[in-house]
Structures are given as structure tokens and as C-alpha cells.
């Protein structure tokens, strides 16, 4: 009995989802620069914004791929007490055109990502600013598109979800489904909507009007966010700004995460701050989750002809709402079978994301710790994950 209730409610959850208006499983939303060669478009009203802590391998192709935009563009590269190359690196990569900030230390109550920003900020001088991380490579006529688009639909803040590597099982198994879940809680119809119901951004790459940052007091606003992406979408949003955030193919990340251990730290580092700290919303996570992704395969396993069709048919929900995220990253059809699995080490990392605060250690990122418990502090093996 219990079985067959709970598999109803899956049924009601996963029809919810795949029949809900606004459609959080597709990948409708999407900026690509038109394909072949164009003309070199003026690029004199954008400001790249690089925040840098420890990039030597990575940042050089992400400063070489912005000079590659069109002309005009500026770049700054705030270098944030880096203990190895990534200063020169970048200086070499960038040339006359490329600004490289000596960061000042961390003040209590910053996220170090957050703190690099605002001191690129104060170099900026264009209508806009592009937000880059150090590990991501734009594909030529990408920042054209970006303000192109900004333009056309009257978008104060332009974000796009980078492209992850997918070359081990474990990057093919969670790394789409990262983008996944992010769709079902930040459905993008309704982000990129005039309501404030909903407001997401990807902190990869992002196009902001620097009117509109000055407006909502710069990243100090969001200072303390650990999801700043999403944070800095909501303040644009709550002073009245629009927002939209698509897919892309043409903003690629080259920070590996070959291994399990990689994608769960990047995954637990924000997962517990994603539920606000809150014990309650984590139970109700969990319960959640427990229902969407184990009741269905139970209930087919062990349960009554009638309720072993239903979870059938929960099942085949579940696989066509994960297709066309598969699709859109040229992945086999047949990964979307694993979800249920895939759903499980999802609910684990969330788990220990907030275990981890509860014993006082926080995220930890670039060797510093942040978390509500833990405060700000720095963790020995500077440059570490942890």
C-alpha cells in the first residue's frame, strides 16, 4: 500500500514536471554566434572582467579567446594573491590590451571571487562589463551575440551556462545533469520573464550593464553569496533590471573534473548555501528526492502489476524530460536510464554539503573555507579544492 502511494506520488512529480507550462527540461533557450566567417564587430563598449586565483594552466586560452572577439574590447585580469604564474601568464597572453589588477587581500566577509570583481570594477569604463571565469574559452563571435542579443531584447544582464568537459563516465554521467537540475530549479522561461519569481544566471559568462552594477552597489550587494550567479541576477531583478540566461556550446570550461572526488566538491561546495542553511528544506530535499528517484525503480521491482505499469510509465516521464538536455550535448540517449543513479549521488553530495557545515568546515574553494558556520578562513594547502 505504502508502495503504491508513494509511486503515485512520483507519478504526480515527474507529470508535473514534464507537463508543466514553462517547460524546465528544455533547452529552448540558446546562444550560438552564427556559424562561418563575419566581420569583425566593435567591441570598444565591453569590459572582460577575469576574477584569477591560481590559473596559470587555463587563464592564457581564455585571455587569448576574448583578444580573438573584435577589436576594441578590454580586458582586465584581477589576479588574486595567485602563489604561482597566473599574473604573467596572462600578461603575455594579453598583451597591450590586457590590464592585470595585483589583487589586495580578502576583507572578512567577502567571497574571493566576489572581492576580485569589485576591484575590476573600478577599472571599467565601457557600457559594459563581461564577467569571465579564468577557465573559460569564448568561441570567436561569442561577446558579438551576447551584446546582440542584450540589445535586441532590452536585457540588462545576459548570462550563458559554459559547456563542462564530458570525457570520462563520470563527467557523462553527473556534469549534464548538473545543467538539468539547475533547469528544474531555475526553470529559464520563467528567469528570463519580467516576474521575480525566478531569477538565475550563470557566473561563467555574463554581460552586465555597468550603469546597472553601479546601480545595485556593485558586487558588494552580494558579497557573501556563495551561489553570486543567481545572487546577481536577483539584485538586477529587484531593482526593476531583466535578465536572461541560455545554453551555449560556444563558452567551453577546460577545468577538468575527470574524477568523482572533482565534480562532488564542486557540486558540495554551494548545495547546502542552494537550500539557504536550512535543516527543514534539506529534509524536504531529501524526501523529495528519494521519492523522484527510488520509489520508481522499487515500485517496478517489487511492486503490483498495476503499480509496477505506473512506475513504468514514471520511468519513461523521467527519461523523456533528461533527452533533450542529452541532445543538446551530443550525448547518448541511453545515459538518461542511469538518471536514477545519477539522482542518487546528487542527493549524497547535498548530503555532505551539509554535513560539512554543520561540522563547521564549509565550502571550501582555491584555499579559503566560507560557509555561515565556518566563517572565512585559510585552509593550509592554498590553491587546493579541498
Not at 596572462?90 to 589588477?101: F, N, S
Not at 524530460?321 to 547535498?350: D, K
Request: proline fraction near 5%; aromatic fraction near 8%; include cysteine.
Amino acid at each position: 500500500m505504502i508502495l503504491t502511494v508513494l509511486t503515485a506520488a512520483a507519478a504526480v512529480l515527474w507529470g508535473g514536471i514534464l507537463l508543466a507550462p514553462w517547460r524546465p527540461w528544455s533547452t529552448r533557450e540558446q546562444l550560438d554566434p552564427e556559424p562561418g566567417p563575419s566581420d569583425p564587430v566593435d567591441l570598444s563598449e565591453v569590459t572582460a572582467l577575469i576574477p584569477a586565483r591560481d590559473e596559470a594552466p587555463v587563464i592564457g586560452r581564455t585571455v587569448v579567446a576574448l583578444r580573438a572577439q573584435g577589436p576594441g574590447l578590454r580586458i582586465v585580469v584581477v589576479d588574486d594573491q595567485s602563489s604561482d604564474a597566473t599574473a604573467a601568464v596572462a600578461r603575455a597572453a594579453g598583451g597591450p590590451t590586457c590590464d592585470i589588477v595585483a589583487g589586495a587581500p580578502l576583507p572578512d566577509g567577502w567571497v574571493g571571487k566576489l572581492w576580485a570583481l569589485e576591484q575590476g570594477r573600478r577599472r571599467v569604463r565601457t557600457r559594459l562589463a563581461l564577467l569571465v571565469d579564468a577557465d573559460i574559452e569564448l568561441r570567436p563571435g561569442l561577446v558579438a551575440a551576447l551584446v546582440a542579443r542584450s540589445r535586441r531584447d532590452g536585457r540588462e544582464l545576459v548570462s550563458l551556462m559554459a559547456v563542462l568537459e564530458q570525457h570520462t563516465t563520470w563527467e557523462r554521467l553527473l556534469v549534464p545533469a548538473f545543467v538539468y537540475f539547475f533547469k528544474l530549479l531555475y526553470p529559464f522561461r520563467i528567469a528570463n520573464s519580467p516576474s521575480r519569481l525566478v531569477a538565475a544566471a550563470a557566473g561563467g559568462c555574463v554581460l552586465i550593464e555597468t550603469a546597472w552594477l553601479d546601480r545595485i552597489g556593485g558586487f558588494g550587494a552580494v558579497r557573501s553569496a556563495l551561489i553570486d550567479d543567481c545572487a546577481l541576477a536577483r539584485r538586477v531583478k529587484d531593482v526593476g533590471g531583466r535578465t536572461w540566461i541560455g545554453l551555449t556550446h560556444a563558452a567551453v570550461s577546460h577545468r577538468r573534473m575527470e574524477s568523482l572526488g572533482a565534480i562532488w566538491r564542486m557540486v558540495a561546495r554551494s548545495a547546502f548555501a542552494q537550500l539557504r542553511f536550512s535543516t527543514l528544506l534539506l529534509l524536504a530535499c531529501v524526501g523529495l528526492l528519494m521519492v523522484a528517484f527510488w520509489v520508481p525503480p522499487a515500485a517496478l521491482a517489487l511492486g503490483s502489476p498495476r503499480t509496477r505499469l505506473v512506475a513504468l510509465a514514471v520511468l519513461a516521464a523521467m527519461v523523456l524530460s533528461y533527452l533533450p538536455v542529452l541532445r543538446f550535448y551530443r550525448l547518448n540517449a541511453l545515459w538518461a536510464l542511469a538518471l536514477p543513479l545519477t539522482g542518487t549521488v546528487y542527493l549524497l553530495m547535498t548530503i555532505s554539503s551539509a554535513m560539512r557545515e554543520w561540522r563547521g568546515a564549509g565550502a571550501v574553494w582555491k584555499g579559503r573555507a566560507y560557509g555561515r558556520g565556518a566563517g572565512r578562513r585559510i585552509v593550509a594547502a592554498s590553491g587546493s579544492e579541498g
